[in-house]
């Protein structure tokens, strides 16, 4: 990202910007020091994971808000919730200092925002917990929508994930898409976050297509793709559906996780192994050549069945809750981690959005891989 990033204006972090409960206090770790070399301002849209702390340390390291003063909750929710921590302001001080310089420095007016250029508005939207708009952000939301410029949405949680269409409501009626897709609002791509991989989803609305993506690989555990089956929403098929990692590579990491958590040596799918056999569940032109010719056998089919390429009813979980109860157990430090993020060109005449990889192998830190590349025209 820092060699890729040396000339962009700024960044964006598209949700969950503190993992897992959105404490104040981890920001020093987990924000200041791994960006303290990106010289250039970094804007970010809250996920429910900023929300599980109150959304405290969110707004003071990025609106510059005072602490917030604690309320007492009763009931239930106050028993069971967890109480957001008070922040260590000595601590924080001396954590902005690692991102201390004039060029890195950016207070946004509060959660959601726009971003102006020329060429293009960029509209960060905050869905809270609940993938909700409330009345007033949704207000601002239609007012800003009208401005004439082309525009690309941030948003917490995306349109379009994993082959459903699961659209932000808004507090009175409707949906965030209804907003997105009005072709008055002139919008060319909704980016959203939560989910940890990439997706791209070419929509066609009317007569144009609007690129519906899906970047949250950029920490955390990865979610798994190889649950994805072949795409067929919104008028979008498996041939114009992108993601990364690829079903197969998604699959193969989960069979090494779990064949080395159970000491289960037969789970373990090769990538060629794993590619070979996504694409013939899928039906598709695998996009990697696999290394040697592969021969599947029942165990594979097994492994595949276990791990959750399909639906079965004994599986191992890769999903939800493998999310909620596992993934933390199963924090993986061994290269390949296949992350990514999004690098974004824009010009008068055209919006480039580009997906690399990050792995933390030194060969592709030395030459990023690009993994996907779409360009969208602005006029």
Same mark, same amino acid.
């Given at each position: 990202?820092?060699?890729?990033?040396?000339?962009?204006?700024?960044?964006?972090?598209?949700?969950?910007?503190?993992? +897992?409960?959105?404490?104040? $206090?981890?920001?020093?770790?987990?924000?200041?020091?791994?960006?303290?070399?990106?010289?250039?301002?970094?804007?970010?849209?809250?996920?429910?994971?900023?929300?599980?702390?109150?959304?405290?340390?969110?707004? %003071?390291?990025?609106?510059?808000?005072?602490?917030?003063?604690?309320?007492?909750?009763?009931?239930?929710?106050?028993?069971?919730?967890?109480?957001?921590?008070?922040?260590?302001?000595?601590?924080? @001080?001396?954590?902005?200092?690692?991102?201390?310089?004039?060029?890195?420095?950016?207070?946004?007016?509060?959660?959601?925002?726009?971003?102006?250029?020329?060429?293009? =508005?960029?509209?960060?939207?905050?869905?809270?917990?609940?993938?909700?708009?409330?009345?007033?952000?949704?207000?601002?939301?239609?007012?800003?929508? =009208?401005?004439? %410029?082309?525009?690309? =949405?941030?948003?917490?949680? *995306?349109?379009? &994930?994993? $082959?459903?269409?699961?659209?932000?409501?808004?507090?009175?009626?409707?949906?965030?898409?209804?907003?997105?897709?009005?072709?008055?609002?002139?919008?060319?791509?909704?980016?959203?976050?939560?989910?940890? $991989?990439?997706?791209?989803? *070419?929509?066609?609305?009317?007569?144009?297509?609007?690129?519906?993506?899906?970047?949250?690989?950029?920490?955390?555990?990865?979610?798994?793709?190889? &649950?994805?089956?072949?795409?067929?929403?919104?008028?979008?098929?498996?041939?114009?559906?992108?993601?990364?990692?690829?079903?197969?590579?998604?699959?193969?990491?989960?069979?090494?996780?779990? @064949?080395?958590?159970?000491?289960?040596?037969?789970?373990?799918?090769? +990538?060629?192994?794993?590619?070979?056999?996504?694409?013939?569940?899928?039906? $598709?032109? +695998?996009? #990697? &050549? *696999?290394?040697?010719?592969?021969?599947? &056998?029942? #165990?594979?089919?097994?492994?595949?069945? !276990?791990?959750?390429?399909?639906?079965?009813?004994?599986? !191992?979980?890769?999903?939800?809750? /493998?999310?909620?109860?596992?993934?933390?157990?199963?924090?993986?430090?061994?290269?390949?981690?296949?992350?990514? /993020? !999004?690098?974004?060109?824009?010009?008068?005449?055209?919006?480039?959005?580009?997906? /690399?990889? @990050?792995?933390?192998?030194?060969?592709?830190?030395?030459?990023?891989?690009?993994?996907?590349?779409?360009?969208?025209?602005?006029?």
């Amino acid at each position: 990202m820092m060699k890729l990033g040396r000339q962009t204006s700024f960044a964006i972090i598209a949700s969950d910007v503190i993992y +897992p409960t959105g404490s104040g $206090n981890e920001y020093g770790d987990k924000f200041f020091r791994p960006y303290q070399d990106y010289d250039a301002p970094i804007y970010a849209i809250p996920g429910n994971h900023d929300w599980y702390d109150g959304l405290g340390g969110f707004m %003071r390291v990025f609106c510059d808000a005072p602490p917030l003063k604690p309320k007492p909750d009763r009931g239930l929710r106050g028993l069971l919730w967890r109480k957001p921590e008070t922040i260590d302001e000595a601590k924080l @001080a001396e954590a902005r200092e690692l991102r201390g310089r004039p060029s890195q420095q950016a207070t946004q007016p509060g959660p959601y925002w726009t971003i102006e250029s020329d060429s293009l =508005l960029i509209v960060g939207v905050d869905t809270g917990i609940r993938n909700v708009l409330d009345r007033k952000q949704t207000a601002w939301l239609r007012r800003v929508s =009208l401005d004439p %410029r082309p525009k690309v =949405l941030v948003t917490g949680k *995306p349109i379009y &994930t994993g $082959n459903t269409y699961k659209p932000s409501q808004l507090e009175g009626g409707g949906t965030i898409d209804d907003i997105v897709r009005d072709p008055a609002h002139r919008y060319v791509a909704a980016i959203g976050g939560d989910v940890h $991989n990439y997706q791209r989803y *070419p929509v066609r609305v009317g007569d144009r297509v609007i690129q519906y993506v899906v970047s949250g690989g950029g920490g955390a555990f990865m979610h798994a793709t190889h &649950t994805i089956g072949r795409v067929d929403v919104a008028g979008v098929h498996e041939d114009a559906f992108r993601c990364y990692p690829l079903r197969g590579d998604s699959l193969s990491f989960y069979s090494q996780l779990y @064949a080395r958590r159970l000491r289960m040596k037969w789970l373990y799918l090769t +990538p060629s192994e794993a590619l070979c056999i996504m694409s013939e569940h899928i039906r $598709n032109e +695998p996009v #990697r &050549t *696999p290394e040697g010719p592969v021969k599947i &056998t029942r #165990r594979m089919r097994w492994a595949a069945r !276990l791990l959750g390429a399909w639906p079965w009813p004994l599986r !191992l979980p890769v999903d939800r809750v /493998f999310h909620r109860y596992l993934s933390e157990l199963s924090d993986w430090d061994t290269p390949p981690f296949f992350k990514q /993020f !999004l690098h974004a060109t824009v010009t008068p005449r055209e919006l480039t959005l580009r997906c /690399f990889a @990050a792995t933390g192998c030194l060969a592709q830190e030395l030459e990023p891989p690009l993994e996907d590349e779409v360009r969208i025209s602005l006029v």
